[in-house]
Each structure stands twice: as C-alpha cells, then as structure tokens.
C-alpha cells in the first residue's frame, strides 16, 4: 500500500456556497460524460478530447487536441453527415499500482462525433495531424455555399 497522500488543494472552495457552485459544474460534466466515474476526489470523466469547430463560406473546419495519441491510433470517418473521430490514447509503459502516486491523465478509447449541418464533399477532406492537433478540412458542397442574388428593377 502506498503511504503518500495527495490533495488537490488548488481550486477547492472552502465556503458552502462555492461548494455547491462546483457541485452544479460536477453535475453538468456528468451528462458531459455518460459513463463518467466518481472516485474520492471527485467527477472523473472518460478522456474526450477537446474540439473547435470553424466555418466560412468555403469550409468546415474541426481542430481536435489529441496530445500524446499516436496518429496511428486515430481513425476519422464521415457517415450520414456526421464526423466520427475515434481512437486510443496508450500508456507508454506499463506502470504497477505500487509505483504510480498519482495520475491525472486518462488513457483509452474515445470518440467525439460532429454532427455537419451542411453537405460537404467527402472525397475532398482533408486531415491533418501535427503537435497533437488534428485538423480536419470538410469542404463545402456547391449547394452549401452562400449564393449571391442580382436584384433587377422594373
């Protein structure tokens, strides 16, 4: 058994009221997370990597921060106008129960999905993978693209 005992001190409010505004952000990460787990500290979620959606008039653009994920253990697919980015972040080395202190980092599978509001075309998209962040490029199908409209008058 491990005789350490960590804290989080930092963050951690010692008025009532403080606690219960961390119980209502703890609340809403649950539904964040379907099958989030509590452990003594408090809401542990699954390891769900954060997304920016970006738009113009030609594109759709989805950065998704994948720090220590191989881009060999990432997969992204298009189906029925969504976007499904999947993979497995690993452990670089096996660690026994013994050894570990402490580990805030989450390991294991995830998936984001992006629901795409407009068509775009799919043989053209494009993903990039560098410094942890994946940058995916939808471009616009013509039928999506803003048109302009001449006006005449009579």
Avoid: C, W
Wanted: proline share 5%.
């Amino acid at each position: 058994m491990n005789s350490l005992v960590t804290r989080r001190s930092a963050g951690y409010p010692v008025s009532p009221l403080a606690s219960l505004l961390n119980l209502g952000r703890d609340f809403d990460r649950l539904f964040e997370a379907p099958f989030a787990a509590v452990s003594r500290e408090g809401l542990q979620t699954a390891f769900a990597p954060a997304i920016e959606l970006r738009e113009d008039a030609d594109n759709v653009s989805v950065s998704v921060e994948l720090p220590g994920v191989d881009k060999k253990d990432v997969s992204v697919t298009i189906h029925d106008g969504v976007l499904t980015i999947s993979g497995e972040r690993k452990q670089e080395r096996e660690v026994t129960e013994d050894q570990q202190v402490r580990s805030e980092r989450y390991y294991g599978r995830f998936e984001r999905q992006v629901g795409l509001t407009q068509p775009v075309v799919g043989d053209k998209v494009k993903a990039v993978y560098k410094d942890g962040v994946l940058t995916i490029t939808l471009p616009k199908a013509a039928e999506a693209k803003p048109k302009s409209i001449d006006i005449t008058a009579n």
